[in-house]
């Protein structure tokens, strides 16, 4: 089993639409969770930080699910510049590693 | 601005062949990372540094080697090059893993022939 499991899409949805994708991870005792965008051809870049509480950053809203061991991004009001793979990423320190394990992705595609 | 660079967008070298890809950063971080990145299994960790002349292997270490004799810079060797070998190799720094953001160079297209 990965330890990060993503849905690798693509999602094709048209430009205003609301979209939702969720990413699991297998070691409980993970500790910091992020997303992060990957455009065409481009290296990684950080979107942002998943708390425990959730939180938003514009139309980006990412939560946390401890219980269930899931995160998920919300994006509303979809651009057409949205268009990218979205990488969920987890730091996990119990086994002294201090290195960020990355899911496969989901690409997401944005129609006018 | 901050800045991760690796010394080549892409190669192309012969099996058996020994590369070497460079990675510099100004960050100033003690953390350094190699991944390579492939299609249907994303960023998987090769290597990793979090001072100078440290190293830990991370999750497919096999066929390869790092080199950190300056805080900026960390080089990935391949030994011997094989076909699959054959990848988008990208390097990250990072202040403190986990915490803070983790910067990428743009990568490094390489294929072995």
């Known amino acids: 089993r990965k330890e990060v499991e993503q849905d690798p899409g693509p999602f094709n949805v048209p430009e205003g639409a609301t979209v939702a994708f969720n990413c699991t991870y297998s070691?409980?005792?993970?500790?910091?969770f992020f997303w992060y965008r990957q455009d065409c051809r481009k290296e990684p870049k950080l979107l942002m930080s998943?708390?425990?509480s959730g939180n938003e950053d514009g139309r980006f809203t990412a939560q946390l699910n401890r219980a269930s061991q899931y995160i998920s991004l919300l994006i509303r009001d979809s651009k057409l510049s949205d268009s990218a793979t979205y990488l969920c990423?987890?730091?996990?320190?119990?086994?002294?590693?201090?290195?960020?394990?990355f899911g496969s992705g989901t690409r997401l595609q944005v129609q006018p | 601005d901050v800045k991760v660079t690796q010394s080549s967008r892409y190669l192309v070298k012969r099996t058996g062949e020994k590369v070497f890809l460079e990675c510099v950063q100004d960050?100033?971080?003690?953390?350094m990372f190699w991944y390579r990145q492939d299609p249907g299994l994303g960023l998987r960790l090769i290597y990793f540094?979090?001072?100078?002349?440290?190293?830990e292997k991370g999750d497919i270490p096999e066929g390869y080697s790092v080199s950190r004799e300056k805080k900026e810079r960390f080089s990935l060797i391949l030994e011997s090059a094989s076909t699959n070998q054959t990848s988008m190799y990208l390097c990250?720094?990072?202040?403190?893993?986990?915490?803070?953001?983790?910067?990428f160079g743009q990568g490094t297209r390489l294929t072995v022939v």
């Open positions: 998943v708390y425990s």
């Open positions: 990423v987890v730091n996990t320190m119990d086994t002294g590693r201090r290195a960020l394990t």
């Open positions: 070691n409980s005792a993970s500790q910091s």
């Open positions: 540094s979090y001072d100078v002349k440290m190293k």
């Open positions: 960050m100033d971080h003690e953390n």
């Open positions: 990250a720094s990072s202040l403190a893993p986990g915490l803070t953001e983790a910067f």
